[in-house]
Nanobody, 115 residues
Framework: VQLVESGGGLVQPGGSLRLSCAAS????????MSWYRQAPGKERELVAA????????NYADSIKGRFTISRDNAKNTVYLQMNSLKPEDTAVYYC?????????WGQGTQVTVSS
């Protein structure tokens, strides 16, 4: 299993970014996917999750109404659209899949929100 995140960068407050996570995973459409983030000095936290078919999503309270998780099972990719970004959204963002009882993580992509 290999997960590769992309799309991070430096953005001003109020700006937008779209993160992508490309998965090398047999039967990608069979697995729920999630995005986490970890800010400096803080624990990694769940940001958003999506079911295998994409019909069910969950979000952390801190990003509800600003972030949207989606997936394209034909491309083996999950996305995180981030709007109205705030400085407190600054973190390394990771995607994760749980397969056969084991967690698989990508290498992360840095998101920095600063003027």
């Amino acid at each position: 299993v290999q997960l590769v995140e992309s799309g991070g960068g430096l953005v001003q407050p109020g700006g937008s970014l779209r993160l992508s996570c490309a998965a090398s995973l047999f039967s990608f459409s069979s697995y729920g996917m999630s995005w986490y983030r970890q800010a400096p000095g803080k624990e990694r936290e769940l940001v958003a999750a999506i079911s295998s078919a994409g019909g069910s999503t969950n979000y952390a309270d801190s990003i509800k109404g600003r972030f949207t998780i989606s997936r394209d099972n034909a491309k083996n990719t999950v996305y995180l659209q981030m709007n109205s970004l705030k400085p407190e959204d600054t973190a390394v963002y990771y995607c994760k899949v749980v397969r056969v009882g084991s967690d698989y993580w990508g290498q992360g992509t840095q998101v920095t929100v600063s003027s």
